[in-house]
């Protein structure tokens, strides 16, 4: 089985995609979706947030404005910390990649590391290529982008397979025991298309990282509230990706801002949100948050009275900017273009990180560690949630909801939905939380636990 990416999935219709899934049902293989990247010309890239075609993109600048990211010569970089990205395959044209992304947004040079499983890259213009060396530029520039002081190593597995991808992240974790991994991929957490053997494996390497006071955090996924149900030939209900339906994950949905020019950036600062959901019937290009509630790990307390009840542990926790009209403005392999996905949202998290770390590190505390606890502490308190995250309440993650695909879904709505979790943050004053916030029960009063029905999953316990 593989994983597969997240990004803006080209697919000629819903329809198409129906058709297309038996073939791949069979070897329980999905195939690994398309990145969309729409390449800009050095001009384009000045010019943003319009690009081109009328669809807008944004620069590291934009985004540090829009999600009010603290910047200056007192402002804390990530300095100290390591960011670990899990790929497959790698890029070839990472370093000089980065190197451009850097020079032209005036960014200090990264600090990169790599721990990989081979060093053989996938054929140049293959469809590997094409999506995970992409993801690859992606993730590492724009976790720089947002803690441009951390140290980036890349994790590479030799393939993209569940079993190497679980494999690749178990060894970052036992090198890096106490980093934020960012996982940019997932598949389906139960049913043909889910790995249980590989999601054993992740869960107890998560579980050691959060022992250790390491972070995990993974993209939702970029087929709204269907995941690969859909690629799979049966009948498509409610499902939540793997890993960020992990409890020891911090899971990752998606956002697009409101129209221009009130949308995400707008002149300057923050504008306005909604679920992402995206239709480009010119190129048959659509993308949705991911978002459900599990079916495999039961609700944890701390979503408990903020999350729905509906069923088991609620996804996603956060959102960030997914949008592909709206997208990143990334280096890849010599060219500048704009790109959407949750891939995007998940690895600037993963930067948010890095400074609270810096901040706790300072005031002589430790890791953020298990955020998520965290994270709905904050939200329970009106005021600090206002002042802390934007409230996404408009939009749904109805994969194709344009096209009348009749997918589930689910709407937003005030404080936690499904579609993008507690929202999108206010970085400056959601750090000042994170850096004096210190829950009981983020510090593993419980110790986590085992349960044998086959996955090796983890039960939480109520703190004593």
């Given at each position: 089985?593989r994983?597969r990416?997240?990004?803006?999935?080209?697919?000629?219709?819903?329809?198409a995609a129906?058709v297309?899934?038996?073939?791949?049902?069979?070897?329980?293989r999905?195939?690994?979706?398309?990145?969309?990247?729409?390449?800009?010309?050095?001009q384009?890239v000045q010019?943003a947030?319009t690009?081109q075609r009328?669809?807008l993109?944004?620069?590291p600048?934009?985004?540090?404005?829009?999600?009010?990211?603290?910047?200056?010569?007192?402002?804390?970089?990530g300095?100290?910390?390591?960011?670990?990205v899990v790929?497959?395959?790698?890029?070839?044209?990472?370093?000089?990649d980065?190197?451009?992304?850097?020079?032209?947004?005036?960014l200090?040079?990264?600090?990169?590391g790599?721990?990989?499983q081979?060093?053989?890259?996938?054929?140049?213009g293959?469809?590997?290529?094409q999506?995970w060396a992409?993801?690859?530029?992606?993730?590492?520039?724009?976790?720089h982008?947002?803690?441009p002081g951390?140290?980036?190593?890349?994790a590479?597995?030799?393939?993209?397979d569940?079993?190497?991808?679980?494999?690749?992240?178990?060894?970052?974790?036992?090198?890096?025991?106490?980093a934020i991994?960012?996982?940019?991929?997932?598949g389906?957490?139960?049913?043909l298309?889910?790995?249980p053997?590989?999601?054993?494996v992740?869960?107890?390497?998560?579980?050691?990282?959060a022992?250790h006071?390491?972070?995990a955090?993974?993209?939702?996924g970029?087929?709204?509230?269907?995941?690969n149900?859909?690629?799979t030939?049966?009948?498509p209900?409610?499902m939540a990706?793997?890993?960020?339906?992990?409890p020891?994950v911090?899971?990752v949905g998606?956002t697009e801002g409101n129209?221009y020019?009130g949308?995400?950036?707008?002149?300057?600062?923050?504008?306005?949100?909604?679920?992402?959901?995206?239709?480009?019937?010119?190129?048959g290009?659509?993308?949705?948050?991911?978002?459900a509630p599990s079916?495999?790990?039961?609700?944890?307390i701390?979503?408990?009275g903020?999350?729905a009840a509906r069923?088991g542990?609620?996804v996603?926790?956060?959102?960030w900017?997914?949008?592909?009209?709206?997208g990143?403005?990334?280096?890849?392999?010599?060219?500048f273009?704009?790109?959407?996905?949750?891939?995007?949202?998940?690895?600037?998290w993963?930067?948010?990180?890095?400074l609270a770390?810096e901040?706790?590190a300072?005031?002589?505390?430790?890791?953020?560690?298990?955020?998520?606890?965290?994270?709905?502490?904050?939200?329970?308190?009106?005021?600090t949630?206002?002042?802390d995250?934007?409230d996404?309440?408009?939009?749904n993650?109805?994969?194709a909801?344009a096209?009348?695909?009749?997918?589930?879904?689910?709407?937003?709505?005030a404080g936690?939905?499904?579609a993008?979790?507690l929202?999108t943050?206010?970085v400056?004053?959601?750090?000042?939380?994170?850096?004096?916030?210190?829950p009981s029960?983020?510090?593993?009063?419980?110790?986590l636990?085992?349960?044998?029905?086959?996955?090796?999953?983890?039960?939480?316990?109520?703190?004593?």
């Amino acid at each position: 089985m593989r994983f597969r990416h997240f990004g803006v999935v080209a697919v000629a219709a819903v329809t198409a995609a129906f058709v297309a899934a038996s073939a791949q049902a069979a070897s329980f293989r999905p195939a690994a979706s398309g990145l969309t990247f729409t390449p800009l010309t050095a001009q384009e890239v000045q010019q943003a947030p319009t690009c081109q075609r009328g669809l807008l993109c944004y620069t590291p600048q934009m985004i540090q404005q829009a999600y009010d990211v603290p910047t200056g010569p007192t402002a804390p970089t990530g300095a100290g910390e390591t960011i670990v990205v899990v790929v497959a395959y790698g890029s070839p044209f990472l370093a000089a990649d980065v190197d451009n992304f850097d020079q032209v947004f005036g960014l200090p040079d990264a600090n990169l590391g790599e721990l990989d499983q081979q060093t053989v890259y996938a054929p140049v213009g293959s469809n590997a290529f094409q999506t995970w060396a992409l993801e690859t530029s992606l993730d590492v520039e724009w976790a720089h982008a947002i803690a441009p002081g951390a140290r980036i190593v890349v994790a590479v597995a030799a393939n993209d397979d569940t079993s190497n991808l679980a494999e690749m992240t178990r060894e970052a974790i036992q090198a890096y025991p106490d980093a934020i991994v960012v996982n940019s991929f997932g598949g389906d957490e139960s049913g043909l298309a889910s790995d249980p053997d590989a999601e054993n494996v992740m869960d107890k390497a998560f579980a050691s990282l959060a022992l250790h006071g390491g972070t995990a955090v993974a993209a939702s996924g970029d087929l709204g509230a269907t995941n690969n149900t859909i690629f799979t030939g049966v009948q498509p209900t409610p499902m939540a990706s793997y890993p960020a339906s992990s409890p020891l994950v911090l899971a990752v949905g998606g956002t697009e801002g409101n129209a221009y020019p009130g949308g995400l950036w707008n002149n300057g600062q923050y504008g306005g949100e909604q679920v992402w959901n995206e239709v480009f019937l010119d190129t048959g290009q659509i993308g949705a948050s991911g978002g459900a509630p599990s079916t495999v790990y039961p609700l944890p307390i701390w979503q408990r009275g903020v999350a729905a009840a509906r069923g088991g542990r609620a996804v996603p926790d956060v959102a960030w900017n997914a949008a592909a009209n709206g997208g990143v403005i990334i280096s890849f392999g010599g060219q500048f273009g704009a790109i959407g996905g949750t891939s995007a949202a998940a690895p600037q998290w993963a930067g948010v990180l890095a400074l609270a770390n810096e901040l706790r590190a300072k005031a002589d505390r430790s890791q953020v560690g298990l955020v998520t606890p965290v994270l709905y502490f904050l939200g329970r308190d009106k005021a600090t949630y206002r002042q802390d995250f934007h409230d996404i309440t408009v939009g749904n993650n109805v994969f194709a909801d344009a096209l009348g695909s009749g997918l589930p879904g689910f709407s937003a709505g005030a404080g936690y939905d499904y579609a993008t979790g507690l929202g999108t943050p206010d970085v400056s004053h959601l750090l000042a939380s994170l850096a004096a916030t210190e829950p009981s029960f983020s510090r593993f009063g419980d110790l986590l636990t085992s349960h044998g029905h086959g996955h090796g999953h983890v039960t939480f316990h109520p703190g004593r």
